[in-house]
Every structure is written in structure tokens, then in C-alpha cells.
């Protein structure tokens, strides 16, 4: 029967209640949301006013859009530069001397050993240099990523495959996207999209961020921080790299890195308490720690050279041992480049270079012109639908009308709630679940009429209306719903975007349809007591 209890009512009603007020920040902007929280007596807990609100795409409220393109020259000259380690590595191992020393080739390196012995006990240790490569359906694909080969003079050659070269992209690109994801969210921007485009291409895009020149500076660095010994000018091992301190000029630097930026484990901005100026203070883990205190220990009074990207930016001189793990970097910064240099070093260096092949700026006004749009068509869909459907069902169809609205309230309530980001598709996806919410309501209704023509009374019509078709009503919402969720998982953007705004509309197209037209319905009949269906 049409019977709900008190308790059921209310809790009802309080549900949908607080769903609309967590929809009620998104329809205000920051400053005002601002200027209430701030006019709220000091009593008022927090987190019983709503404060989270929908953020808006890039599409809507405008942006930095970039496209970042792996470097696959400067890619495999690091992997041949680790390559060359290794086999010095096995050389060592296996006590074999190469004739002519260790060359590096485009694609890998390759040494002379005309001494068939050597050549014996050495090629199996290069061989497991050569790593298989993995398939994320099949495994392992039987391909490796070098390849060893050797010719009767003794000339061993290891090359990068083209399936090792599109591997190490791969890689890269993956460790990539969570270094710039760790950059961009310490920018402090909502929901910034990264995604990668293509086999070595990288789409970043940062909703509200107007100045593009610093996402620039914050992604396209490599962020590599090694700290060496300053040595001598002519010395074999040194390299020659350009010097902040000395106006650009080259200095040489030992290739011997005493440690590497992989081992801090925190970065901050600060202020020199001695001269005012911003530094940034960093703090190594226990390994780094040991490292450092060691080389400071042995190199007292020798310059130490802080390299960023192969350029010297500080190099101060050792004055004690530093044994506790911590310093400070000092080289003539801003306030905008220490705390960028802070990030940089949190998020930890990029794989291989990154070049910039795109870039753009999306102003607020397109934006506005694409939310003007969207809601003239949410409006026109809207009224034609609330038109169709009084006109069809009447009172019913009035009833089916409130539920709609509460049904596009509760949709924004649960989207400020996870902080979603509304682009264009997801307007999109509001407006299609206007229509697929009241179809739930047309198959109810029409089942309703049914049951009435067969003979039975209003109330046990409605009744069985919402009984019988509430399967069919789940059933047509769980395809929907597995559509959404393949969009979700397999898109990416303003894809995923359309289908968290349309699982989120079938969610509460079940609430709506069901519970609330039904609970509706049943108090119409409670006060109005039809003789007749009125539809």
C-alpha cells in the first residue's frame, strides 16, 4: 500500500534537503563564498557549512593548455651513458681489459676484445644486461630491450632494440606524468588534467591558471640536482658547465656526483636569517645524509658545486663537516623562483627533457560564452521536457516535474561534495539526464495506467505500477551505467568528465523516480482521496 511513515518522510525530506545546501556554494563565486564563511559567528563549527563547490573545466572558466613531447635523442643518450657504467661495471667484474676502451654508439656502445677467453667469460655477464620486455595482457613478449652481438675480431656490439627505444619512451612517459602531476598540484591549482597524448607526447592542462610562462618554467625543467667538488681547470675527469656565480662563464666540475637529487626527501622555500635573501632549504634521507657528511668531513675548504640541469647555480665553500642531513641553497633567487626551485626538488627530476610543441591560454570569456550555452540548452531542455510531461500526465506529471528539479539539484550537490570538474560534455551529460530521468517516470506512470484499465483500484494500481516497472527501471540504468563507467576508465578529460556527471545523474535518477515520486504520490492520495486516475 501507499503507506510511509513519519520517520521515512523526514528522513527523506533530509536527504534531499542536504543535498541541495551542498549544492548551494557552486552557484556562488569564491568571494562570496568568502565573505559568508567570514560573516559566520566564531561559534558555527566549519564542517556543518557547505564549502566545497564544483570547479570548472578548462573549457569553462579558461587556462593554461600545454603539449609536452618526450626527447628521444636526449632519452637515449642517458641510457647509453648508464649502459657505458654498466659494461665498465662488468669489465671490472670479470677483469677484462677492452682494446680502444668503451664507445658509445647512437643506439648503445660497443668494445673490442680479441682475446677469445675474455670474450667468453665476459659476453654472459653483458647478456644479462638485456632485459625482457613486458606486456601489461600477455607478459613478458619475448623481445629484449638489447641486443648483444659479436663478430669474430672480438668487436662486441649492445644496441638498443626499436621495441627497447619504444619501451624506454613508454617508461618515461609514465614516470613523467606523476613527476608533472606532483609539480602542478604544488602550484595549489583544482583538478589539473595530465594525460598522455600519443606514444611520447604529454597533455597538461590547469584550469584558472592565466599565466603560462611559469607552468612552462615548472614543467619543462628536468629538475636533475647533483652535488659535486668544484676541480681543478685542465684535470682529465671534469666537466665543463656553465657557473650562475661566475655570469655564465664554464668552471669545471668532477664527474664524481657526491649526491644526487633522488635522495632528498623535502625542499622549502626560506629567507637567509644573515642576509635576507630566499634559499631553500633541503633535508636528504639517511643514505644522502651519510654521503654528504662524508665528502663535507673530507672536503673541508674546497668549493662545492650545486648543479641543476648541468649548470652550477651555487658553489659555496666547505667550512665544517655537515653530518645532520640538512642545507640550504642559496643563488641569488626570488621569492617565485625559490619556492618554484622548492617544488621542482620535491617533485623530483624528469626521466628525459621535455620540449614544449604546444601551448595556449583559453580566456575566461570563451569560457563564459560556453556556460551561457550550456545553460540556455539546460533551460530550453528543461521547459520542453516539463511541458511534455504535464501536458501528458497532469498532476502526475506535476509531481514528476519537482522530482526533476530536485533530481538536477542533487546531481550539483554530489558533484561540490567530490569536487568534480565541469567542463562542456559534462553540461552535456546534465541535460541527457534530464531526459533519462523522467523516462523512469514514463515507464512507471504508463505501467500505472495499465494496471488501472485491467481492473484494479488506484491504489493498488500504483502500486503494482512502481513495483513492476522498478526492474526494468534497473536494468535500463545498469547499461547506462556500464557505459558510463567504461567511458570513465578507458577516456580520459573532458570524456571522464561526461561520465562522472552522468553516473552521478543515474544515481539520483533512482533516488528521484522512485522514492520521491513515489513518496509524493502517496500523500496527493492520502489528502485528494481520486475516484479515477487523473491521466
Request: glycine share 8%; aromatic share 6%; no cysteine.
Amino acid at each position: 500500500m501507499l503507506r510511509y511513515s513519519r520517520s521515512k518522510i523526514i528522513a527523506t525530506m533530509a536527504i534531499i534537503v542536504i543535498g541541495l545546501l551542498l549544492a548551494v556554494p557552486s552557484m556562488m563565486s569564491r568571494e562570496q563564498r568568502e565573505a559568508f564563511r567570514s560573516s559566520l559567528p566564531s561559534w558555527v563549527p566549519s564542517w556543518v557549512i557547505p564549502s566545497r563547490a564544483i570547479v570548472l573545466g578548462l573549457d569553462l572558466q579558461g587556462g593554461s593548455h600545454v603539449l609536452l613531447e618526450v626527447d628521444v635523442p636526449d632519452l637515449l643518450r642517458t641510457q647509453t651513458t648508464q649502459l657505458r657504467d654498466d659494461i665498465r661495471r662488468v669489465l671490472r667484474e670479470t677483469r677484462v681489459a677492452p682494446q680502444g676502451g668503451i664507445q658509445l654508439t647512437q643506439r648503445g656502445a660497443q668494445i673490442r676484445v680479441p682475446d677469445a677467453a675474455d670474450r667468453e667469460r665476459i659476453l654472459p655477464k653483458l647478456r644479462e644486461l638485456s632485459q625482457p620486455i613486458g606486456n601489461a595482457v600477455i607478459g613478458q613478449s619475448g623481445n629484449r630491450d638489447i641486443l648483444v652481438d659479436t663478430t669474430p675480431d672480438g668487436l662486441i656490439t649492445l644496441t638498443y632494440t626499436e621495441a627497447g627505444v619504444n619501451e624506454k619512451v613508454r617508461r618515461a612517459v609514465d614516470q613523467a606524468i606523476e613527476v608533472l602531476r606532483r609539480r602542478v598540484d604544488a602550484l595549489g591549482t583544482t583538478e589539473p588534467n595530465i594525460q598522455r597524448q600519443g606514444v611520447d607526447r604529454i597533455l597538461v592542462q590547469v584550469p584558472g591558471l592565466q599565466d603560462p610562462q611559469r607552468l612552462k618554467e615548472i614543467l619543462g625543467r628536468t629538475a636533475k640536482l647533483e652535488f659535486r667538488l668544484l676541480g681543478q681547470q685542465g684535470a682529465a675527469d671534469v666537466d665543463m658547465l656553465p657557473s650562475k656565480d661566475a655570469g655564465g662563464q664554464r668552471v669545471p666540475v668532477e664527474r664524481q656526483v657526491i649526491v644526487e637529487g633522488g635522495d632528498l626527501v623535502d625542499a622549502q622555500p626560506a629567507f637567509d636569517s644573515r642576509t635576507n635573501e630566499p634559499i631553500v632549504n633541503f633535508r636528504f634521507n639517511i643514505r644522502g645524509a651519510q654521503r654528504f657528511g662524508q665528502a663535507t668531513t673530507e672536503n673541508i675548504g674546497r668549493p662545492l658545486a650545486i648543479v641543476l640541469d648541468n649548470e652550477v647555480i651555487s658553489a659555496p665553500t666547505i667550512q665544517s663537516a655537515i653530518t645532520g642531513g640538512a642545507g640550504q641553497i642559496s643563488g641569488r633567487f626570488s621569492v617565485q623562483q625559490a619556492n618554484d626551485l622548492a617544488v621542482l626538488l620535491r617533485a623530483g627530476a624528469l626521466p628525459a627533457k621535455l620540449t614544449i610543441v604546444e601551448e595556449r591560454t583559453v580566456g575566461p570569456g570563451l569560457g563564459q560564452d560556453s556556460i551561457q550555452a550550456g545553460k540556455m540548452a539546460t533551460y530550453v531542455a528543461t521547459i520542453f521536457v516539463v511541458i511534455f510531461m504535464f501536458a501528458t500526465y497532469g498532476i502526475f506529471g506535476l509531481i514528476a516535474n519537482i522530482a526533476l528539479l530536485v533530481h538536477v539539484g542533487l546531481i550539483f550537490g554530489l558533484m561540490s561534495v567530490l569536487e568534480a570538474t565541469l567542463t562542456l560534455p559534462g553540461i552535456a551529460g546534465i541535460v541527457l539526464t534530464i531526459g533519462t530521468a523522467v523516462d523512469s517516470n514514463v515507464l512507471i506512470y504508463e505501467r500505472i495506467r495499465e494496471e488501472v484499465r485491467s481492473g484494479r483500484s488506484i491504489v493498488s494500481g500504483v502500486q503494482a505500477g512502481f513495483e513492476r516497472a522498478f526492474a526494468t527501471i534497473v536494468d535500463s540504468n545498469s547499461t547506462m551505467a556500464i557505459a558510463a563507467l567504461i567511458l570513465f576508465f578507458l577516456g580520459s578529460g573532458p570524456v571522464r568528465g561526461f561520465a562522472v556527471v552522468f553516473l552521478l545523474g543515474i544515481l539520483t535518477t533512482v533516488i528521484t523516480a522512485v522514492t520521491l515520486t513515489r513518496m509524493m504520490i502517496a500523500l496527493w492520495y492520502k489528502w485528494m482521496r481520486p475516484k479515477v486516475l487523473p491521466f
